[in-house]
């Protein structure tokens, strides 16, 4: 079992920044992929960016990647996303996931490629 566990989410006015973390805790084995959802009220889960453990290689969803950033803390087994220049569409909550293929180069960020998921962490754009 893993568990993931978000921090770093709240209320942050239009323009503003925050870093969201992802703890992975569990069993001695590591993770493999870790990547991040969001889901606003009456809209589907989308996935935004994921990062490989082995090797540090990342993928974005076009639509944020100019704004977010993923990296990690290996030793820390934190995963981080950097998000700025924040629009009140980025309301949502944010969730870490973790899954074996969850970062592949050819299909990244397919929620069918989940193995756990963290419990999420609210974040509000609003002035």
């Known amino acids: 079992q893993l568990q993931l566990a978000e921090s770093g989410g709240g209320l942050v006015q239009p323009g503003g920044s925050l870093r969201l973390s992802c703890t992975a805790d569990?069993?001695?084995?590591?993770?493999?992929?870790i990547g991040w959802f969001r889901q606003a009220p009456g809209k589907e889960r989308e996935g935004l960016a994921c990062?490989?453990?082995?090797?540090?290689?990342?993928h974005y969803a076009d639509s944020e990647k100019d704004r977010f950033t993923i990296s990690k803390d290996t030793a820390k087994r934190t995963v981080f996303l950097q998000m700025n220049s924040l629009k009140p569409e980025d309301t949502a909550i944010y969730y870490c996931?973790?899954?074996?293929?969850?970062?592949?180069?050819?299909?990244?960020?397919?929620?069918?490629?989940?193995?756990?998921w963290g419990p999420g962490t609210q974040v509000t754009v609003s002035s």
């Open positions: 569990g069993d001695a084995w590591d993770y493999y992929a």
């Open positions: 996931a973790e899954g074996f293929r969850l970062c592949v180069a050819s299909d990244p960020l397919r929620s069918t490629s989940v193995g756990f």
């Open positions: 990062i490989n453990n082995h090797d540090g290689s990342t």
